[in-house]
């Protein structure tokens, strides 16, 4: 702190005038008796004059602090007021008080969304379980047909322009000019536009009613069952006489099955320095959207058991995560096969997912826009390693997404503990742990599709990598809080030969503590 100096001026009146003229440094902070023996010694004054001489310096350091610290204060203040934003800053604080304090936070009402989520989770633990699922359940079958309608209208569209192009072309040495043929192809364009955004929009005007009307009838199913203590069934129900009628043209999926051979292996490990921890791994060959679709059973109003899973566990501490490997653009093309299954049924319980992509882009432009900001980029563009997370209620073995951004530099042989990528599967393990999710599953060699370059080694030393490293972030894990990681999934992509899928399985017994059961012998001669 800044002292200042000032003279401190005493007359001691004997058979000498004694005067004592000291400079003290303001703020005093050390001992006055010390103090007052100098002054004695150095203008000879007798000792039995230090008690008054004593009591002045108290009356004079004691003064000329409390003005030194009121000055300083003073001109703090004055500087302080002289700031532009003294409003702004004084609204921030006091933003912050009411959203961080619960004694100063504003009282506020459950949300719309708040009460349905209880609702939604008393029923669904209720025997009301199987009418919500089966209602689900028809409501999807309407939207896979217009998704169905949308993409036949537009495949027609597009093979009759094809053929009219194609024409065109053909007569293009017998008078069709080039102008013409550009004018056919704006027309083509246009049309096939104007085609698109009119059957999105009457899915999405599909997609908003069921969502209305499920809501509304789930929160009149709660008002009853609270009024008569029972849960009569509706008349939409399926489970009531009368099904509707489109339920009788059940959409049959055209994805391919899965293989009839499935390639899959579990372990339980323990994991831990001191106190250890259980957890299952799991690892696996499959397409990894073949965990995110839903799978329809021909059987007429029959639900899945995907949809029952999903379902209990959507507003539990038991959340399950996939990580989807994507690029640098949010909503690319690598993300198209993921958005057309989540576009296959309504989402009653989140936005949708282009809402929620839209929310992220906009969040990602907001941050580039910040002075301290690092990224120069595209607003739309993200870096390897970066996470963005969405939620979903509509899938078949998740609730939690997240996207990982990857690049070329994966599909090498050189990348370490340190790449941007796996430092992503940390901070993906961390939010993890963090927010209730304890099953997650992790694409093993951070690809999705076999390729030439990937042979027997070049697996074998992706697959230690991750191994590795996810151990390390499991261990660490442990140290953060949050939710156990209870189930592991390691997804190898489907195709993959059963050698190189055994000698994956076996290294994952060297690599982490797989529990054995002890077995102990009994001895004969025990009497």
């Not at 993300?335 to 990602?364: G, V």
């Not at 301290?372 to 899938?395: C, E, F, I």
Request: charged share 25%; proline share 3%.
């Amino acid at each position: 702190m800044e002292q200042v100096d000032k003279l401190f001026q005493y007359k001691f009146i004997n058979e000498s005038h004694i005067n004592v003229n000291h400079t003290l440094s303001i703020p005093f902070c050390s001992s006055l008796e010390e103090l007052t023996h100098i002054l004695l010694l150095k203008y000879n004054i007798p000792i039995y004059a230090s008690k008054e001489l004593v009591k002045n310096l108290d009356r004079f350091v004691k003064s000329s602090n409390l003005q030194f610290y009121d000055d300083r204060t003073s001109e703090l203040v004055a500087e302080f007021k002289n700031q532009p934003n003294i409003e702004d800053i004084t609204k921030e604080w006091e933003r912050l008080i009411r959203e961080e304090t619960a004694e100063y936070g504003e009282r506020k009402c459950a949300s719309d969304e708040e009460l349905f989520a209880t609702a939604y989770h008393k029923l669904v633990h209720s025997p009301m379980l199987e009418t919500m699922l089966q209602l689900e359940y028809m409501y999807a079958v309407t939207v896979r047909q217009r998704v169905n309608e949308k993409d036949y209208q537009i495949k027609s569209l597009s093979e009759k322009q094809t053929e009219e192009m194609n024409n065109a072309i053909d007569r293009l040495e017998k008078g069709m000019t080039e102008s013409e043929i550009n004018k056919l192809a704006t027309k083509h364009f246009e049309d096939q536009t104007f085609l698109q955004v009119q059957l999105t929009s009457e899915l999405e005007t599909i997609k908003e009613a069921q969502r209305r009307e499920y809501r509304e009838w789930l929160m009149q199913m709660l008002e009853q069952n609270q009024a008569n203590s029972s849960l009569p069934t509706p008349k939409s129900s399926p489970l009531s006489p009368g099904l509707p009628s489109f339920v009788s043209d059940v959409f049959k999926t055209d994805r391919k099955e899965l293989q009839s051979t499935v390639l899959e292996e579990s372990f339980t490990i323990h994991l831990g320095s001191q106190l250890k921890q259980m957890h299952n791994i799991r690892i696996l060959s499959a397409d990894v959207m073949d965990l995110c679709a839903i799978k329809d059973n021909e059987q007429l109003g029959e639900t899945t058991p995907q949809l029952l899973q999903t379902a209990l566990g959507l507003y539990s501490n038991d959340l399950c995560g996939l990580v989807l490997m994507t690029d640098t653009v949010i909503g690319s093309r690598l993300t198209k096969e993921f958005t057309e299954i989540c576009e296959r049924s309504t989402e009653f319980h989140f936005p949708y997912i282009e809402d929620q992509l839209e929310s992220i882009s906009n969040t990602l432009q907001k941050h580039q826009m910040e002075p301290n900001s690092a990224r120069n980029t595209n607003s739309k563009h993200l870096q390897p390693g970066d996470v963005y997370v969405t939620r979903h209620s509509n899938l078949a073995q998740v609730h939690i997404i997240f996207h990982m951004v990857s690049d070329d530099s994966l599909r090498g042989s050189d990348i370490n503990s340190r790449h941007p990528v796996v430092l992503g599967l940390r901070n993906i393990l961390k939010t993890a742990c963090s927010n209730d999710v304890t099953s997650l599953t992790i694409p093993l060699l951070l690809q999705y599709e076999m390729s030439e370059e990937m042979t027997v080694t070049w697996c074998a030393k992706r697959a230690e990598l991750v191994f590795k490293c996810v151990k390390g972030f499991m261990i660490e894990m442990a140290s953060w809080g949050g939710s156990d990681l209870k189930n592991l999934q390691f997804l190898l992509p489907q195709g993959i030969s059963s050698d190189v899928f055994q000698s994956l399985t076996t290294m994952l017994p060297s690599i982490f503590k797989v529990s054995n059961p002890l077995i102990l012998k009994t001895s004969a001669h025990i009497k």
